[in-house]
């Protein structure tokens, strides 16, 4: 399976991190060794002094597609939940200086927690879907999958240009304004369209 992770798609996150709007879709991976399961606990890890949460709708894939065009994009998953891109800003800040690959601040242990799936039917369309992120009781961020640069059928149907998508692959899609460090002690709770999702504290 592959987690793949798109960046840079809400306009207002852009801005926060003071990057450049982009034209097209811009993606990067995951490896399964990054899945975080099950509500248990993230630990802090010791190479980054700068863990951000940044919490994003992913979709489960459901059948084998390649070359998918955008309006048939929505037959190709099958559930909706929320997941954290943890993320290790001093690491990434560096690599983005120096125009190097930025995997190593995405990709390590335990940086994609993955909340409960929710089938598709049972939700809003995917276009029009309102999430939240609590940290400890606070609301830091607020998310409606409208506001996304691009939607759900073009992230799709542009990812399959490049490589065939399977059952069990995981699409993050991106993350709204509000990202910010987690701490020892945190306690995370994410919301989507009123139901509890994913809960994860810090350790």
């Known amino acids: 399976m592959k987690i793949i992770c798109i960046g840079q798609n809400y306009r207002a996150h852009i801005a926060e991190l003071q990057h450049e709007v982009p034209e097209q879709p811009v993606f990067f991976f995951k490896p399964d060794t990054a899945l975080l399961l099950r509500n248990r606990p993230f630990y802090l890890p010791e190479f980054s002094q700068e863990i951000h ?50 995997e190593i601040s995405k990709s390590f242990d335990q940086s994609a927690a993955i909340g409960r799936w929710i089938p598709k039917a049972e939700l809003p369309p995917v276009s029009a879907l309102h999430f ?30 490049f490589m065939t998508l399977h059952m ?36």
């Open 53 to 102: 949460y940044e919490t994003e709708v992913i979709l489960r894939i459901s059948k084998v597609g390649k070359y998918i065009p955008e309006k048939y994009a929505e037959d190709f998953f099958d559930a909706v939940s929320l997941g954290f891109d943890f993320t290790a800003r001093d690491l990434q800040r560096r690599c983005v200086e120096k125009g190097l690959p930025w």
């Open 132 to 161: 939240h992120l609590n940290l400890n009781g606070n609301k830091v961020q607020d998310g409606f999958t409208g506001d996304m640069l691009f939607g759900v059928p073009r992230l799709i149907s542009y990812v399959s240009q």
């Open 168 to 203: 069990g692959d995981i699409l993050f899609t991106g993350t709204p304004v509000g990202v910010g460090p987690v701490r020892i002690g945190d306690r995370l709770e994410a919301t989507l369209e009123g139901q509890d999702v994913l809960r994860c504290g810090i350790k």
